[in-house]
């Protein structure tokens, strides 16, 4: 089976956007600035030791399927900004903005990355189409 991606403190970039939007949707207050430091890594402890999964502060295998959250068409908050910033930074789709919501051109996006990516292009945003961006396999 494809693993997740291992994502620790001092880790930085797109994977580490990506946790504290998705963080943030889960209710944590945290900055989103793609640097893994004290305050991401606090979120995490607690999102592990709240969810009652191995309390590591590294985001993997266990951690990430429980923090991921399933998205479509219509969908709103940190978790689309997640899929959003993803899309248009890591995989160039420019028509894409950040703002939270789940609208057309979120849509067609994720469809063409599902394709890409030979996952069924439905639009929906499950655990493997997660894993697909998130693994950065271009």
Partial sequence: AVSWPIVSRGAAGERVVTIQYLLGQRGYRLAVDGLFGPATQAAVLSFQRRNKIVVSGVVGNITWPKLVVTLRLHSRGGA???????????????????????????????????????????????????????????
């Fill in 80 to 138: 689309v900004r997640a899929l959003q910033h993803q899309l248009r930074y890591a995989y160039g789709h420019r028509s894409v903005v950040v703002d939270g919501y789940f609208g057309q051109k979120t849509l067609a996006a994720v469809k063409i990355f599902q394709r890409n990516h030979k996952l069924t292009a439905d639009g929906v945003v499950g655990n493997a189409t997660w894993k697909a961006l998130v693994r950065g396999d271009r």
